[in-house]
């Protein structure tokens, strides 16, 4: 695990998108694994500013996300489908019908967990897998567990989840419970992984993604177990390094 540590959110932003924009240069039709959330959002501002610049070429490029709340449709304004139309797809020449999104709504979301394995599998893999982490170590939606799912599936979120999610719905009664989320064994094949945090809240959580152990409980500690991981960093989320 490589770590960088930048003085400020900007700079760590700009740091990922680097290493993104890498990906699609060496590779055009590269799959790029992407997550929604706040620790993202600086990284695909900046890859819209390279796009627009003539800097990056999506045309061939092909995407597929972490997780979506379970019940949210894709015009849900807070649906990770919704985000990253909004922070990324919208602005770039990718086509729309090489995105993927987990569905969250659906008769049978377990059929449909299985089939989005099957597609990561049709894609070829994921060249590049961009996460964020929670404040308790989850990846994804992979929430701290006795044991961790290495498929799709349907994930229970846990109540410090719901919390920190709450601030971007109207309260926290209207936070979807459930998610899917792409398990363990998915994120763990992509060939490279960019872990990008920010601010306070996440120090402990990175704190363990340096110590020497691994453990279901804080879930991002299994990526000490893949060969390619850059953590990136401002120096709030580096502070305890
Ligand atoms: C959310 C998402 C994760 C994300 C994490 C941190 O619940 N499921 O994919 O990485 O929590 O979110 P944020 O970047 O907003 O702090």
Do not use: C, W
């Not at 569905?103 to 299985?114: E, F, M, S, T």
């Not at 567990?145 to 599936?153: A, D, P, V």
């Amino acid at each position: 695990m490589k770590f960088k540590i930048f003085e400020t959110y900007e700079e760590a932003s700009a740091y990922s998108a680097e290493l993104l924009a890498e990906v699609i240069r060496t590779k055009r039709d590269a799959v790029l694994g992407l997550a929604t959330g706040s620790s993202p959002e600086g990284m695909y501002k900046e890859i819209i500013r390279r796009y627009e610049a003539g800097e990056i070429d999506f045309s061939q490029v092909k995407s597929i996300n972490l997780d979506e709340y379970v019940g949210l449709t894709g015009d849900h304004d807070q649906s990770y489908r919704y985000f990253m139309d909004t922070h990324l797809f919208n602005h770039v020449n990718i086509n729309k019908a090489n995105t993927h999104v987990p569905q969250g709504v659906g008769q049978d979301l377990a059929a449909l967990a299985k089939a989005y394995d099957e597609l990561i599998e049709n894609l070829g893999g994921i060249d590049v897998q961009v996460l964020g982490i929670g404040a308790n170590g989850h990846i994804g939606f992979n929430e701290p567990e006795h044991e961790l799912h290495l498929k799709t599936h349907v994930a229970e979120l846990k109540p410090e989840t719901i919390e920190a999610n709450a601030r971007f719905f109207e309260s926290r009664d209207d936070v979807p419970t459930k998610a899917v989320t792409m398990g363990i064994g998915a994120i763990l094949s992509a060939k490279k992984i960019i872990l990008i945090a920010s601010g306070e809240s996440k120090a402990e959580a990175v704190k363990a993604l340096e110590d020497d152990f691994i453990s279901t409980h804080v879930p991002a500690t299994l990526l000490k177990l893949h060969a390619d991981v850059t953590v990136v960093l401002d120096k709030e989320a580096a502070s305890l390094l």
